[in-house]
């Protein structure tokens, strides 16, 4: 099992950047896939990057090119860079992993980082 904790969420204007961080626990976390989700207010949890064991990275069409997933399994890390951020990326933050399916669904869940942008 592992325990997912996000970070690097806050307040930012549009056009800015945040880095969030999604730290795992278990000595087994390099073998999971790592996905990141978002849910805007009032609306569904939306799929929005993720990545497998070996690093192979998935995007969602609207944030390919300003959304960058990334691991580093020394310090059982997955970072969501996100740049070039709009008001309708403010959503609450969540990462997920899973140790066999590389885009779901996701066994383990963190509790959320929020991400506010505003115009």
């Known amino acids: 099992q592992v325990q997912l904790v996000e970070s690097g969420g806050g307040l930012v204007q549009a056009g800015g950047s945040l880095r969030l961080s999604c730290a795992a626990s278990?000595?087994?976390?390099?073998?999971?896939?790592v996905a990141w989700f978002r849910q805007p207010p009032g609306k569904e949890r939306e799929f929005v990057a993720a990545?497998?064991?070996?690093?192979?990275?998935y995007y969602t069409q609207s944030e390919k090119g300003r959304f960058t997933i990334s691991r580093d399994n020394a310090k059982n890390t997955v970072y969501l860079q996100m740049n070039s951020l709009k008001p309708e990326d403010t959503a609450v933050y969540y990462c997920?992993?899973?140790?066999?399916?590389?885009?779901?669904?996701?066994?383990?869940w963190g509790q959320g980082t929020q991400v506010t942008v505003s115009s």
């Open positions: 278990g000595r087994t976390f390099s073998t999971y896939a």
């Open positions: 997920a992993a899973d140790p066999f399916r590389e885009l779901g669904p996701y066994d383990y």
């Open positions: 990545i497998s064991s070996g690093g192979r990275p």
